[in-house]
């Protein structure tokens, strides 16, 4: 399918196809509750008490708008484009992934859904999920795989404390993959009652579209901060990509604008020659994973192949449909950036700016940087700074030898 | 359209359609583990084609497909093994139940006629639904091989109306919300769900997710015209430290299964 069919405000069809990717590839028994979710989702975005309340959420709840950032030092220290950082890394529970749990424990309330379940990599939308959860009094399970229980110690810990059960998963890789597995066997189980909160914009449709929405409130905010603050979009917007949540929230208000570039930034890991990455954008083909066609990292036989990345939660084999069309239709562009350069930008924005970004985070600014130091200084980066690397210290220390 | 399927399911007895996965527990014992199937009783075989992701699967095929994957399966290997059991067996049907993304990737213009050629009658993609794969869906029919549906207790009437009018073969019935080799089997529960299928459909009804012993077996039988067994089979051949132990075991219990769906005690 030729994905210019589509213009981006068409996007998706009826039922959920960004060109040739997207839909909604789950076994029969979830078709009904994704058609639920979908009316749920149609009828209280156009309720404005819906939206009232959750706007008065992120606002005092969340901490929103959250700033944007002129990092002067390490503009100066590139020597070309002016960076900016949009400061999800402020937000409540450290990242952006409480815009979407915000917005779906919502829902699910006002669709009476008593429990709600959630997977997680880095554990930050596991932790995203659970204190909404705690605030809402719904009971909460979020699925982790054991290698990632182990990186994330902290955040599992988190979510202990706000009454979540996590659940160990030990198939497979042991990571964020597995644990989606697992929360969509745990869905088709309890489906009656229990509300799938997926954290990212993959997943079967309506998701894909639902997360993006619910993110999408840091691409508006930025939009007009830019123009208030600096009196120009701008020329580029950075955002790291694992299944793409924060990358879609940002892009997806400046799609229209056509002279502002947009580029995706995925773990090259040891390197794409390696094999030992998770770009999926960058090294994949198209294929069908956790219930959407998108571009995937498997073998010939097509087995979801292991993933590397020193972030977990870039460490996904597959990334949101949305992203995948954007990527074929030329919109966006997506490159990768390895691990130890996502942790020379770690130690480069602490230095420089007193500011310790998660290292999936890490990985735009990399990348942002680079851009940056090949444009002109009346130009602009924005870099979407997409959650802050508190949990990340312990990984941190590991590296450099040392045990806290 | 293969006509093997439509004869399993008219033999004056429930059709009887033993699940195992292609290649576990080892791949050079699959196709004798196959034709011991039809020895012990089997009137129609479903092949599990291994895939790392099995969302909709319990533990026990889970590792079976990891086991397999280990061992180096492909869809490839299984319509090998498919072709290999055609050699002695022109006439039990097999049916290949897996997920989409080995099919796409073997290519799904390509896949079809390959599974026909190798001897395969339908296919059964978990987590494909009708309003996706339109285009496997077509060439499968140009091929000749059944693509066959799930209908599960949540599909609603106008789910079913679409799943019945696409479905070929036969159709497969979710017996409960869940995954496979869950112990949640209600038989009588199956009453309605059936009844609405059939309303639609003269299709044949099987059931499966759940059906672990003869005793199960009839009396989900007695609402449906076939019964699918995987998990409780695929828990008994990973435990077989032989070829001739696994062939034993998948022979038996498939008799002892037979049997009591025989003997249906009127």
């Not at chain 1, 030092?73 to 402020?90: M, V």
Request: overall charge negative; hydrophobic content about 40%.
């Amino acid at each position: 399918m030729n994905p210019q069919a589509t213009t981006p405000s068409e996007a998706p069809d009826p039922t959920g196809h960004f060109g040739e990717f997207g839909g909604s590839y789950v076994s029969e028994t979830l078709m009904h509750a994704l058609e639920e979710l979908r009316e749920a989702w149609g009828r209280w975005r156009q309720d404005p008490e819906f939206m009232a309340r959750l706007d008065r959420d992120l606002a005092h709840y969340v901490g929103r708008p959250s700033p944007i950032y002129h990092a002067e030092r390490l503009t100066a220290r590139c020597g070309g484009a002016r960076i900016l950082l949009k400061r999800e890394d402020l937000n409540h529970t450290g990242a952006h992934k409480i815009n979407n749990t915000v917005g779906q424990g919502l829902l699910a309330k006002h669709m009476g859904k008593p429990r709600v379940i959630a997977e997680t990599g880095a554990g930050q939308h596991g932790v995203a999920t659970a204190t909404v959860a705690a605030r809402l009094d719904q009971d909460c399970v979020v699925y982790m795989g054991e290698t990632d229980i182990h990186r994330q110690a902290i955040n599992v810990f988190r979510m202990r404390l706000m009454g979540a059960e996590v659940r160990s998963v030990s198939s497979g890789s042991r990571t964020l993959k597995d644990a989606l597995n697992e929360a969509m066997r745990d869905w088709v189980t309890n489906v009656d009652d229990t509300f799938y909160v997926i954290g990212t914009v993959a997943g079967p449709h309506p998701y894909p579209v639902m997360v993006r929405d619910f993110n999408a409130v840091v691409g508006r905010e930025a939009r007009a901060q830019m123009l208030a603050q600096h009196e120009a979009l701008p020329d580029a917007l950075v955002a790291c990509v694992g299944g793409g949540s924060n990358a879609m929230g940002l892009f997806h208000p400046f799609i229209g604008d056509e002279d502002v570039a947009m580029v995706g930034v995925e773990a090259a890991g040891r390197g794409l020659a390696t094999g030992e990455h998770a770009a999926s954008l960058c090294a994949g083909k198209p294929g069908v994973l956790h219930g959407c066609r998108t571009y995937l990292l498997d073998d010939n036989a097509g087995q979801i192949t292991h993933t590397h990345s020193v972030s977990a939660g870039l460490d996904y084999p597959g990334v949101g449909p949305e992203h995948a069309w954007l990527k074929d239709s030329g919109r966006a562009q997506y490159v990768a950036v390895t691990d130890d350069e996502a942790l020379d930008a770690t130690r480069a924005l602490s230095r420089l700016e007193g500011i310790l970004p998660a290292l999936e985070s890490a990985h735009a600014v990399a990348y942002g940087l680079k851009l940056a130091s090949q444009m002109r200084p009346d130009q602009s980066v924005l870099i979407n700074l997409s959650g802050r690397g508190d949990k990340d210290v312990q990984t941190l220390a590991e590296i450099e030898g040392l045990s806290l | 359209m293969s006509g093997r399927i439509g004869k399993a399911f008219n033999r004056g007895r429930t059709c009887l359609a033993p699940f195992v996965t292609a290649g576990d527990p080892h791949p050079d014992w699959t196709v004798d583990i196959l034709h011991a199937l039809v020895e012990g009783g089997a009137d129609l075989l479903e092949l599990g084609v291994p895939f790392s992701d099995p969302m909709a699967d319990g533990p026990v095929i889970q590792r079976a497909s990891e086991r397999a994957i280990e061992r180096g399966v492909t869809l490839e290997s299984v319509l090998d093994m498919v072709s290999e059991f055609r050699r002695h067996d022109a006439d039990t049907p097999i049916i290949l139940m897996g997920y989409m993304n080995p099919v796409e990737r073997f290519g799904e213009t390509r896949f079809p006629p390959a599974a026909a050629a190798a001897g395969v009658d339908g296919l059964l993609l978990v987590d494909c639904p009708p309003e996706e794969g339109a285009a496997l869906h077509g060439a499968l029919r140009d091929a000749g091989l059944a693509s066959i549906f799930l209908v599960a207790p949540t599909t609603t009437d106008a789910r079913l109306d679409q799943i019945c009018s696409a479905a070929q073969g036969f159709v497969y019935y979710v017996s409960f919300k869940g995954i496979t080799g869950a112990d949640r089997l209600d038989a009588a529960a199956l009453a309605e769900p059936v009844a609405r299928i059939r309303e639609r459909t003269t299709l044949p009804v099987a059931a499966g997710f759940g059906i672990n012993d003869g005793d199960s077996a009839r009396a989900v039988g007695a609402f449906t015209d076939g019964v699918v067994i995987g998990s409780a089979l695929v828990g008994r051949l990973a435990e077989a430290g032989s070829r001739d132990e696994a062939v034993a075991r998948a022979r038996d219990f498939v008799a002892s299964v037979r049997e009591s769906l025989d003997n249906d005690g009127s």
